[in-house]
């Protein structure tokens, strides 16, 4: 199982936002269906709130599956959900730009003994 789908295609464009409140539960989000930001969305692109209301929902948006992974969204083009836990080191490294010689954080081989020696 790959830690990254998308669910909606940027073909949907500025409709993105407004799909996603009307095709899928936001209940299962984190979002009550009365939620102010959701409602906006509702409302399509013309509403004023609409971009401010969609950052809203791409920061608190949470969902978590039978399995207990926690999925995200991200939007850049298409909308994202994705489980870091998940997501394979190269998923991360296309997904969040990680530069190939980023690494995950984990100090090399050579970077351990270099402060090995540093420390004598």
């Known amino acids: 199982m790959s830690g990254i789908t998308i669910i909606l295609s940027d073909n949907l464009g500025v409709y993105i936002p407004q799909n996603f409140v009307e095709c899928f539960d936001v ?7 009365d939620d102010e ?8 692109p013309e509403d004023e709130w ?10 608190r948006a949470e969902s978590t ?11 850049d083009g298409d909308l994202f959900a994705y489980c870091e836990a998940l997501m394979t080191y190269d998923e991360k490294v296309d997904f969040f730009g990680w530069a190939e010689d980023e690494g995950d954080g984990q100090p090399t081989e ?11």
Not at 52 to 59: E, F, G, H, R, S
Not at 110 to 120: I, K, L, Q, T, V
């Open 50 to 59: 609409y971009w401010d209301a969609w950052n809203n929902v791409l920061a």
């Open 110 to 120: 050579a970077e351990e003994w270099a402060s090995f020696d540093e420390g004598c």
């Open 37 to 44: 930001d959701i409602a906006t969305l509702r409302n399509g």
């Open 65 to 75: 599956d039978s399995n207990g992974d926690v999925w995200m969204l991200s939007q």
């Open 27 to 33: 209940t299962l989000w984190g979002f009550d269906l």
